[in-house]
């Protein structure tokens, strides 16, 4: 997929990420992206859209929650198959 994206942080900051994968459990939409682009070993991370129906952009947040976390890590992992996703 390898979509990028550019994020906001709490700080205002701008950060390119890069969309690796997404996926949309119980009505919420999660994505996978990545700082870089094609490295071997990147930090990835899991975002989902906290946006409402009013909001004109989606809304990303991290996913903290270690559960949901390890729930969706495992979905990644299986929408990724040649891709080892270690938590």
């Not at 390898?2 to 906001?8: P, R």
């Not at 919420?28 to 490295?39: A, K, P, R, S």
């Not at 990303?60 to 938590?87: A, K, P, T």
Request: glycine content about 4%.
């Amino acid at each position: 997929m390898e979509e990028k994206i550019v994020l906001t942080d709490d700080e205002g900051n701008e950060v390119e990420m890069y969309v690796v994968e997404e996926t949309r459990i119980n009505n919420v939409n999660y994505i996978l992206v990545t700082e870089e682009g094609d490295e071997e070993e990147e930090i990835a991370h899991i975002l989902k859209d906290v946006s409402d129906e009013n909001d004109e952009e989606a809304i990303y947040e991290m996913v903290e929650d270690d559960s949901e976390l390890d729930y969706i890590g495992r979905i990644f992992s299986e929408l990724l198959e040649d891709i080892d996703i270690e938590r």
